[in-house]
């Protein structure tokens, strides 16, 4: 018997659109400056595909719409235990990721954010809902 998670793995799903509402392929913009927008809120909880164009890019989920990685982040012996340091998605990198849950507290925004910052300007990274039904 498979895990849930080997089930939603094994439901990779081709992008898909009705031509009217959005499509479940997302297109984020990736320049010098760090940002983070909200991802679709249905995605939380499924697997996306990842892929950069143009650039390199440093992320990482997080539901504080603040919390932005530092591509210029150093090595350290200790391993850097910074906030800011996002994992590495190199320019043309594809990379399949679960979207993590947004913390359910009341009086809070429920939202999870996709903060990136890239290794240069005019980038993209292209993000497509790869499990679910949304």
């Known amino acids: 018997m498979s895990s849930a998670v080997e089930v939603k793995a094994q439901a990779v799903r081709a992008p898909t659109s009705d031509g009217t509402n959005p499509s479940t392929v997302r297109r984020y913009t990736l320049d010098l400056a760090a940002?983070?927008?909200?991802?679709?809120?249905?995605?939380?909880?499924?697997?996306?595909?990842?892929?950069a164009i143009g650039a390199d890019c440093y992320w990482f989920f997080s539901h504080v719409s603040t919390a932005l990685p530092e591509a210029a982040e150093?090595?350290?012996?200790?391993?850097n235990p910074d906030?800011?340091?996002?994992?590495?998605l190199r320019d043309g990198e594809v990379m399949d990721v679960l979207v993590p849950m947004a913390p359910r507290v009341p009086g809070t925004n429920d939202a999870i954010y996709f903060a990136r910052?890239?290794?240069?300007?005019?980038?993209?990274?292209?993000?497509?809902?790869?499990?679910?039904?949304a």
Do not use: C, E, F, I
């Not at 906030?83 to 590495?88: D, E, H, K």
């Not at 980038?123 to 039904?133: E, I, K, N, P, Q």
């Open 35 to 51: 940002r983070s927008d909200a991802v679709p809120a249905a995605w939380q909880g499924q697997y996306v595909t990842l892929k």
């Open 74 to 79: 150093a090595a350290a012996n200790n391993g």
């Open 117 to 133: 910052d890239g290794s240069d300007n005019g980038a993209s990274v292209w993000m497509r809902l790869s499990s679910g039904d």
């Open 83 to 88: 906030p800011a340091l996002g994992w590495l």
